[in-house]
């Protein structure tokens, strides 16, 4: 286990969403490697021989990550561009880094090593994986997603810093890239640039950006600072600080200070989401045994709501069996696209209303468990 397990961000976790990781079941070699092929024809390969100082930044990486290089750097002309990516097969187990003419000229082998090391670490934490948002069922689904690819970002900026072992650094080559612009136009004063971040929030941040793959670069930047200042990375490198956060509130001051920025409309989702899978799970239960008794009605209004309790009496007068199943699947199945965390919390409730129920029928059992079973 390397040390970027320990400082994975927390939210950059494919397991609290119920996708499998897209997968290929050849393992890709080099001879059947069409992304290889076609960088060996365009770009430039990186070497000792003719990237020297580039190669030796690249080694610097690697032996701070303490991981084997088993990737193929390449340099490919753009000069309108400042950009680095890590293409990689599924299944492969190694993966071709491509960084821009630009990006090389503008940033110094100490900022270039951050971008280095965020991209290896994309290979390491296996980010290409993760499924498109593209591919969601739902537009909860969707927005958890593009929530995942955000966070994916985070625990890459973290190796970048790592990588470098600079934080300075590190902030330098965010703003590098994000304005363009090299040393001669800009003043690292990195609390000046977190002015625009509180300014951003005091307007109620950019709604725009949910629906962005990457969070703001002032996101960013705070992000590392705040990792900077945890207890457990000042702990693991011998620092002689003490450190201000544990790394997990660490990790929720940055997912606050992200949705100031994207807005709650996320929350808002999932939360409504929930409340209409209790409501509908919860009637389920109840009539597993074909009635809906006062006693569980007054449980349902208690819970509920005498509004919606008036409002599930009148469907029932009007409605079939079937038709109720229908509206409860359908809740259960897009249930289904929350967070693992939020999918625990319906089952922990439907739990404790299944054990209120007046009768625990079979019916009412097997009601429960399919329920269960299509949440999860």
């Known amino acids: 286990m390397n ?11 494919l397991s609290e969403l119920s996708i499998a990781k897209n997968q290929d079941t050849e393992t890709k070699t080099s001879y059947n490697n069409p992304q290889l092929k076609s960088l060996l024809s365009t770009s430039v390969k990186v070497t000792p021989e003719i990237f020297p100082k580039v190669a030796e930044t690249i080694d610097q990486v690697f032996e701070r990550l303490k991981l084997k290089n088993n ?6 002309a753009n000069h309108l561009q400042t950009q680095a990516l890590c293409a990689m097969m599924p299944q492969s187990s190694n993966a071709e880094i491509i960084i821009t003419s630009k990006m090389i000229d503008l940033l110094n082998g100490e900022e270039l090593q951050s971008v280095i090391g965020h991209e ?27 929530h995942l690819s955000r966070a994916a970002e985070i625990s890459a900026d973290r190796a970048g810093f790592l990588g470098s072992g600079s934080l300075e650094y590190s902030l330098r080559s965010m703003l590098k890239i994000t ?14 640039y977190l002015n625009q971040l509180r300014e951003l929030t005091e307007i109620k941040g950019d709604q725009t950006q949910l629906y962005s793959t990457h969070p703001t670069f002032l ?3 705070q992000a590392l600072i705040w990792f900077s200042m945890s207890r457990e990375y000042h702990q693991f490198f011998e620092t002689n600080k003490k450190g201000v956060y544990d790394l997990k509130t660490v990790d929720q001051k940055i997912n606050e200070s992200i949705k100031k920025v994207t807005g709650n409309e996320l929350d808002v989702s999932n939360k409504e989401i929930i409340e209409k899978a209790l409501l509908w799970g919860a009637l389920w239960i109840y009539l597993g045994d074909k ?19 008036i409002s599930i009496l009148g469907l029932l007068n009007i409605s079939n069996m079937p038709i109720i199943e229908k509206k409860v699947m359908t809740a259960y199945a897009e249930a289904s696209t ?3 965390s939020d999918r625990e919390k319906i ?10 129920v007046d009768e625990h029928s079979e019916d009412s059992k097997k009601n429960f468990e399919k329920l269960i079973k299509t949440l999860n």
């Open 3 to 13: 040390f970027l397990d320990q400082f994975r961000y927390t939210f950059d976790n």
């Open 71 to 76: 990737f193929n750097f390449f340099i490919t």
């Open 120 to 146: 290896v670490s994309h290979f390491y934490y296996q980010h290409s994986l993760y499924p498109s948002p593209n591919q969601a069922r739902t537009k909860t689904e969707f927005l958890n997603l593009l």
């Open 179 to 192: 304005s363009g612009l090299g040393d001669q136009h800009l003043q690292f004063n990195f609390s000046a």
């Open 219 to 221: 996101n960013r930047m």
């Open 291 to 309: 009635k809906f008794s006062k006693q569980e009605q007054e449980k349902f209004s208690k819970r509920f709501g005498n509004k919606t309790t």
């Open 338 to 340: 929350l967070l693992k």
């Open 347 to 356: 089952t922990k409730e439907l739990r404790e209303i299944f054990q209120g």
